[in-house]
């Protein structure tokens, strides 16, 4: 058995979550790891890039001499068959960390346009006002970089004259957005398609303005409350589905007011230093291991395993959807599902359906039997998701049904 090298595609050694790889998982899991750097500028003009790469990749960052240089690495990395984790980021690295542009991904889902954050984008005072005046906006209102982190770069206004006081800089992306009044907000971990933990957060009583001490959490605490994991975790899947990453720190807020649940920003270099190991017991580090293990246990499997590593994946992150996907999947996995049928759709989900019904029956044709063991061949071959070992959906809590149907039709023909 090969030995498992992860390579960390990171600018510096001495950050904290490169620090944190090496300690916390590749010690303990018995991995290698390496850091990319130092790299002959020359090897990437003539993309002489194999000596550099393990076949495991975190793509966390990398300063290039462009943003050429860096796509061209990341192109090489998509065209080797590695097993990766962030290469997927819509747009481009750089634009995945920019909240604006994060935003927009989640108004343009279906299933996050009620929870994104109406965000504009503004370069002045003027800017500001001029969205009150044309009540886009109202205050309280929150002004901050888009690239900001930390807490840090964020102003709350509570009036005009606040407003008026403020200070732009000219080399900095600003954006503007309404100020959500929240005792609390949760930091989900996100790792191959679910939420794999929550913190809870709470920032300094009576200082709302202090985002800083909100962003580290001045109190953590595990949320272990069902209805609410029920909601934030399959919320911070998706976001980080919408951004491209399999791995990502999801920030979400309550509105206090109306109870609506707001994705703040999805982080895709998010370290866990801030307590939520300790917090919630939930190993971050490992669990990404973990991922890149069975991901490389798939792909690499003779395809009759296929759905023996599937039902492995699911099984073991059943507990990480919601309870209403837990029961359905449940339901279809015993044989008790009856779904509707489209008979006139061709779309996979509803032949998976179809398949589903004809093996519940006493007898099936051999050409039936022929035509469920092409669609299975199908969905392997078509339907397996970017951020995960399940099929049909970017998130494990979408993807349930389709994943359930093709584990049970597997196992029935």
Known sequence: MRKKVLTFVENSTRTPIVEGFYREAT??????????QNVDRIDVDKMNLDRYFSDFIYFHDYFARSTAECERIREYLRASNKIT?????????????EKYYQQGLFMMNPKLKSHAVPTFQVSSVEDVLKLVAEKKLEYP?????????????????KNAAEVKNFKFTGQKVYIAEPYIEADYDWRVFVIGGVG??????????????????????????????????????????RAAAASGTEYSGVDIIRDKKTGVYYVLETNFSAGWQNG????????????????????????????????????????????????????????????????????????VLERLRQAYVLVLGTKISNEQKVWIRDLLTEV???????YGNFYGADTLEDAIEETALYLSVSRAI
């Open 27 to 36: 010690k303990k899991n018995g991995w290698g790891f390496q850091v990319f």
């Open 141 to 157: 209102l929150i002004v901050k970089e888009s690239r900001g982190s930390l807490g840090k770069g964020i102003a709350l206004f």
């Open 196 to 237: 794999i933990g929550a913190m809870r957060k709470s920032g300094e009583a009576g200082r709302p303005e202090n985002f800083q001490a909100k962003s580290g959490g001045r109190e953590r605490a595990n949320e272990l409350d069902p209805a609410v994991r029920d909601v934030i975790l399959p919320l911070a899947a």
């Open 85 to 97: 984790i962030n290469m997927n980021e819509k747009g481009s690295l750089h634009l995945t960390a």
């Open 380 to 386: 392997e071959n078509h339907e397996l998701s970017k």
């Open 276 to 347: 939520f190991i300790e917090t919630t017991g939930v190993d971050v580090p490992t669990e990404m291991l973990k991922y890149l293990e069975e991901r490389d246990a798939y792909l690499s499997c003779d395809k009759s395993l296929r759905p023996l590593e599937v039902q492995k994946y699911v099984r073991e992150r059943l507990h990480l959807v919601s309870r209403k996907a837990q029961a359905r999947y449940n339901e279809i996995m015993n044989f008790s599902y009856r779904p509707k049928i489209d008979s006139g759709s061709e779309a």
